[in-house]
C-alpha cells in the first residue's frame, strides 16, 4: 500500500440514439427488401452507393434513385491473418473495394469461396444475401461477395477508382 | 500590455458578407448532418451568388461526441463539395473559434474569400454526459458534474456577491424569449414576465428552468470576403475591425467565476477598449451585442466584463438562451451581429462566443459598417 | 422519402481510459489512499488544491505538496434534487467549491445535506472518507463533504 498511484482509470459510458438520415434510410431499406439502392447526382451523373444525401463533390442533394444490381469488381483487396477485439470471421479473409455495375465509387466487403492466393484485382463478383426472412435494414443482410464466374474485367474499366 | 498581448501592425480589411443559418430545433428528426446543413451552406452562397469555387478557404467547427461519430466533421464535407481539392480546416470547437482561424488566414493575404460553417445534433445524445467529457479528467470529470450544475455553482457565486438575483436572471430570460418572437429561426420564444417565470422549478438551484439555454439542432454559415472584394459582394459588408480570443485555468476552483476577465481581455485585444482590457475603468461602446450566453446569468457577467451601458442592444436575437446549438450558437452570434450591420440598423456590433465550463474561454469579434480608419489595432 | 420512414437506432460509446497520471496529480491521488488530502504550493504563496502542475494563473513551477483539510469552507454550491447517472450521489445533493483549511482554492466535490435550507456559501464542511480499505487513488476516495460535526 506504499507504493505511490501512477495510474487512473476512468469509464466512459455516452449512449445514443443514431438517425441515419434520409438518404442512408433509404439505403438500408433497400438493404432490407434484397437490392442495393444509389443515389444519382444532377450535377455530375455519378451514381454514390451507399449514397450519402449530398454529392461529395459537387455539394448538391442527390435526389435520382438508382437501383444497381448484385454484380461488380474487386478494384483492390487485402488479404487479413490479424485478428481483431470482437472479430467473428475466420481467418485469414479477404476485405476488398467492391464496384456494383452502375456504380461511380467503390465500398468494402468481404470476400468468400475463393482461396486467398486467387483472389485480384479485376476479378467479377456477386452478393449472396442471407434467406429472405432474414433480411433487414443491416448490412448483415449481406453475407459476402463470391466470385461470379465471369471473366475479370479489363483494367481499364475500374482504374480511375483506384 | 498583457503578456501575451501583441499589438498587430494594421489588421487587413476582412468582412462578413453573407449570413445563414437553419430553423433550431428541439429535435432533427429526419436529415442527419450533411443533409442539415447541405441547404444552409446552398443558402449562404445564394445571398452573395457564389459558389465553393469561389471558396480559398474552408473552415468548419463541430464536435464528432455529439453525434458518437469518429471525424462526423470530414462527412459534413459533403455538404459543401471537396473537389477540386480544397484548402480546409477544421476546429473541434463552436465555429466562431473556426471563424477566428479563417480571418487569421485571411489576414496572411494570398486569399481572399473563406468559407466557415458549423453544425450540431444535441438531440442525438445526453448532451449533458457529452459536455462532461471537455473536463479535467483527473479532479472533475470523475464526478460526472454536468453544464447545468458548473453553471448552477457560478450563479450562486454570483448572487453571493450581491450584485444579482434571480430576479435579474428572469429578466434576462424574458426579454429574450421576447425578442426571439422577431427571430424566425429562434427556438424558445413568446412573452412571459419574470415573475412568471420565477414560477419554474429549479433545475439545480438557483437555476430555474428559464435561466438554462434549450437543447438544440441545427447548423449555420458564413462567407467572409476581403478588401474590394467584400464591396463587390455585399452593399453593407459587416468589417471585422478586430477579433481575439483568451481562455482562463480549467481549474474552476482557481477561478474567480462571477467576473470574465477573459471576455474583458479579449474585447481589449479586438481594439474596443482603450486600456487593452487591462484596467476595468474603460467600457465598450457598440450599438449592438451579441453575447453567447447560455445560461441567463452569464449574460450580466459579460455586460460587467465589458462594461456595456444602457444604450446597447444586448442579443436582438433573442441570443443562446433562444436557441443553444452546440457548436453553432457562437458563430450564429457573429452572425447576428454581422447582420445588423449589413441591414443598416447598426453602425457598430460586437459578438461573444464562450467554450468550456463557466465562460471559461471567451472570444470577441468587434464589427462596423466602416473598416477600421488605420486598418485596426 | 416520407419522413417518417427515417431509420434510428441506439448506439452506445463505451471506453475505459487508462491515464498515467504523473508526478503531481500522482502525489495527491495516493495521498486519497492514505487518506489525505495534499495541495501545491506556488511561487506566489498561494496553495493550490487540487494540485496542479503548474500555477495556474502565471505558469510558474509549484513547489512542495503541502496537506490541508480535512475540513474547510464552502465558497459556493448547488442543489440537484434529480442526480444524474454516476454522479457522486445517488440521492438529492449539493454540489460545492470546498475551499479547504490552508488552501487558496477551492475543490469540486459533493456535499451530503438535508437540502438546500442545510446549505450556505460559508459554512465549514468535513470530507467523508471511504473505508480505508475501499480507497483506490481516486477523488472518490473521498465520498461526500458533510457539514462540519454532523458526522
New interface residues.
Given amino acids: 500500500m506504499s507504493e505511490p498511484v501512477t495510474m487512473l482509470e476512468t469509464p466512459i459510458r455516452i449512449d445514443y440514439e443514431f438517425t441515419a438520415g434520409l438518404a442512408q434510410s433509404r439505403y438500408l431499406k433497400g438493404i432490407a427488401e434484397g437490392r442495393f439502392l444509389g443515389q444519382r447526382c444532377p450535377k455530375c451523373g455519378k451514381v454514390y452507393v451507399p449514397p450519402r444525401g449530398s454529392c461529395p463533390t459537387d455539394g448538391v442533394p442527390t435526389t435520382d434513385e438508382v437501383v444497381l444490381g448484385n454484380t461488380g469488381i474487386v478494384t483492390t483487396y487485402c488479404v487479413v491473418n490479424v485478428p481483431f477485439q470482437g472479430q467473428s470471421i475466420e481467418l485469414p479473409y479477404i476485405c476488398a473495394q467492391i464496384l456494383l455495375d452502375g456504380a461511380n465509387i467503390a465500398f468494402m466487403g468481404l470476400i468468400q469461396e475463393v482461396p486467398t492466393d486467387e483472389i485480384r484485382m479485376g476479378m467479377r463478383v456477386e452478393a449472396v444475401w442471407v434467406d429472405k426472412k432474414e433480411l433487414g435494414p443491416t448490412m448483415a443482410s449481406v453475407k459476402y461477395f463470391r466470385p461470379s464466374g465471369e471473366s475479370d474485367a479489363a483494367y481499364e474499366t475500374y482504374s480511375e477508382y483506384l | 500590455m498583457a503578456p501575451g498581448t501583441r499589438r498587430r501592425g494594421p489588421a487587413r480589411p476582412v468582412a462578413v458578407v453573407s449570413f445563414a443559418q437553419s430553423d433550431s430545433l428541439r429535435r432533427e428528426e429526419h436529415r442527419n448532418d450533411v443533409e442539415m446543413l447541405q441547404p444552409v451552406i446552398e443558402d449562404v452562397f445564394a445571398r452573395v451568388g457564389l459558389t465553393k469555387d469561389d471558396m480559398d478557404f474552408v473552415c468548419s467547427g463541430s464536435c464528432d461526441y455529439l453525434v458518437g461519430a469518429p471525424f462526423s466533421f470530414v462527412g459534413a464535407l459533403d455538404a459543401v463539395g471537396a473537389w477540386p481539392p480544397m484548402r480546409e480546416s477544421h476546429v473541434e470547437m463552436d465555429g466562431a473559434f473556426a471563424l477566428y482561424e479563417a480571418w487569421t488566414q485571411l489576414q496572411e493575404d494570398d486569399i481572399d474569400t473563406a468559407l466557415v460553417y458549423s453544425f450540431g445534433r444535441s438531440s442525438m445524445s445526453e448532451i449533458g454526459r457529452v459536455l462532461t467529457l471537455q473536463l479535467d479528467p483527473y479532479y472533475m470529470a470523475p464526478l460526472w458534474p454536468d453544464p447545468v450544475a458548473l453553471a448552477a455553482l457560478q450563479a450562486q457565486a454570483l448572487i453571493d456577491t450581491g450584485r444579482y438575483g434571480e430576479g435579474d436572471f428572469a429578466a434576462v430570460a424574458a426579454r429574450s424569449r421576447r425578442d426571439a418572437k422577431d427571430n424566425p429561426h429562434a427556438q424558445v420564444k413568446g412573452d412571459h414576465t419574470p415573475e412568471e417565470l420565477l414560477g419554474d422549478d429549479y433545475v439545480v438551484t438557483p437555476l430555474r428552468r428559464h435561466a438554462l439555454p434549450p437543447i438544440t439542432d441545427g447548423a449555420t454559415a458564413v462567407i467572409l470576403a476581403a478588401g474590394d472584394r467584400a464591396n463587390a459582394l455585399c452593399e453593407r459588408p459587416a468589417w471585422i475591425t478586430g477579433m481575439d480570443h483568451r481562455i482562463e485555468t480549467h481549474a474552476l476552483g482557481a477561478r474567480d467565476l462571477t467576473t470574465s476577465p477573459t471576455t474583458r481581455r479579449a474585447a481589449g485585444g479586438a481594439g474596443l477598449l482603450d486600456d487593452d482590457g487591462e484596467g476595468s475603468g474603460a467600457s465598450v461602446t457598440v450599438d449592438v451585442a451579441e453575447l453567447h450566453a447560455p445560461f441567463a446569468h452569464q449574460e450580466l457577467i459579460l455586460r460587467d466584463a465589458l462594461g456595456l451601458g444602457e444604450g446597447v442592444t444586448i442579443n436582438p436575437s433573442g441570443g443562446a438562451l433562444a436557441a443553444n446549438g452546440i457548436m453553432v450558437a457562437g458563430l450564429v452570434r457573429i452572425g447576428e451581429a454581422a447582420s445588423r450591420i449589413m441591414d443598416g440598423t447598426a453602425a457598430t456590433a460586437l459578438a461573444h462566443a464562450t467554450s468550456g465550463p463557466c465562460l471559461q474561454q471567451n472570444l470577441v469579434c468587434a464589427l462596423a459598417a466602416e473598416p477600421a480608419g488605420d486598418g485596426g489595432r | 422519402?416520407a419522413?417518417s420512414?427515417?431509420?434510428?437506432?441506439?448506439?452506445?460509446?463505451?471506453?475505459?481510459?487508462?491515464?498515467?497520471?504523473g508526478p503531481i496529480?500522482?502525489?495527491f491521488?495516493?495521498g486519497l489512499?492514505?487518506g489525505k488530502i495534499l495541495g501545491a504550493t506556488t511561487p506566489g504563496g498561494r496553495v493550490?488544491?487540487?494540485p496542479?502542475e503548474y500555477d495556474?494563473?502565471t505558469s510558474e513551477d509549484i513547489g512542495e505538496l503541502v496537506e490541508v483539510g480535512p475540513s474547510g469552507v464552502v465558497?459556493?454550491?448547488?442543489?440537484?434534487?434529480t442526480p444524474?447517472?454516476?454522479?457522486?450521489l445517488d440521492r438529492p445533493f449539493a454540489?460545492?467549491?470546498v475551499?479547504l483549511d490552508g488552501a487558496d482554492?477551492?475543490?469540486?466535490?459533493?456535499v451530503d445535506a438535508a437540502g438546500?435550507r442545510a446549505m450556505a456559501?460559508g459554512m465549514r464542511v468535513t470530507a467523508r472518507w471511504r473505508p480505508a480499505g475501499e480507497r483506490?487513488?481516486?477523488?472518490?476516495d473521498i465520498e461526500c463533504f458533510e457539514a462540519e460535526g454532523a458526522g
Fill in positions: 422519402m419522413e420512414e427515417v431509420l434510428r437506432a441506439p448506439h452506445r460509446i463505451e471506453y475505459t481510459y487508462t491515464r498515467s497520471v496529480i500522482g502525489a491521488l495516493t489512499r492514505d493550490v488544491v487540487p496542479t495556474p494563473i465558497t459556493t454550491w448547488a442543489w440537484t434534487d444524474l447517472p454516476d454522479q457522486p454540489w460545492a467549491l475551499q482554492t477551492g475543490m469540486l466535490h459533493a438546500p456559501s483506490i487513488g481516486h477523488l472518490r
